[in-house]
T-cell receptor, first 115, second 115 residues
């Protein structure tokens, strides 16, 4: 079946601009996660949704970052007033539920470059 | 808090040689541990995971890992490396969030396989 998809695969923007990154999880998965992977680092947790609500947004670095999942499926990560330090690969993952042993299935990521 | 440390950012082995990628964890609760592989320009793919039960876990592509509580380790091994194993490998530990679980990743180990 179809895996997690993310669009766009690459995004180049200028400092100060607004960007939206989209994630389509595996059908039927209730839990959705966003991670950020900087060069040479492992992914870092940003935010987690269970259904439509953001269950935990403690990983968002500041209030320029926001994410939504209005219908409990597709999610959009929004970044306002982008800064060069926001350049990274943004990964989305989904899992059937949010149980402690659940496997998270990752998408290919969106590579964001802020000039 | 739960965290993992991967020893060695780069590992090089000859084709046919043993692969050993090291991961040590720190956790105040019984850990759930994961190994993911990332091929260039692709998302993370689960190799194997340890939740409870048997401490020797077998995964895909001939990889296995052994959970050793006394050593707080979860090293990844493969008896004979293939050229196709060249990739980035990430160890991760389940981390409790406000109402679910996310993953805390190590910084990754880049595996190079030489002919």
């Amino acid at each position: 079946g179809a895996g997690v998809s993310q669009t766009p695969s690459n995004k180049v923007t200028e400092k100060g601009k607004y960007v939206e990154l989209r994630c389509d999880p595996i059908s039927g998965h209730t839990a959705l996660y966003w991670y950020r992977q900087s060069l040479g680092q492992g992914p870092e947790f940003l935010i987690y949704f269970q259904g439509t609500g953001a269950a935990d947004d403690s990983g968002l670095p500041n209030d320029r970052f926001f994410a939504v999942r209005p219908e409990g499926s597709v999610s959009t990560l929004k970044i306002q007033r982008t800064e060069r330090g926001d350049s990274a690969v943004y990964l989305c993952a989904s899992s059937p539920d949010s149980g402690e042993g659940e496997t998270q299935y990752f998408g290919p990521g969106t590579r964001l470059l802020v000039l | 808090a739960q965290s993992v440390t991967q020893l060695g950012s780069h590992v090089s082995v000859s084709e046919g040689a043993l692969v050993l990628l090291r991961c040590n964890y720190s956790s105040s609760v019984p850990p759930y541990l994961f190994w993911y592989v990332q091929y260039p320009n692709q998302g993370l793919q689960l190799l194997l995971k340890y939740t409870t039960g048997a401490t020797l876990v077998k995964g895909i592509n001939g990889f296995e890992a052994e959970f050793k509580k006394s050593e707080t380790s979860f090293h990844l091994t493969k008896p004979s490396a293939h050229m196709s194993d060249a990739a980035e490998y990430f160890c991760a530990v389940r981390s409790k969030t406000n109402s679910g679980y996310a993953l805390n990743f190590g910084k990754g180990t880049s595996l190079l396989v030489t002919p």
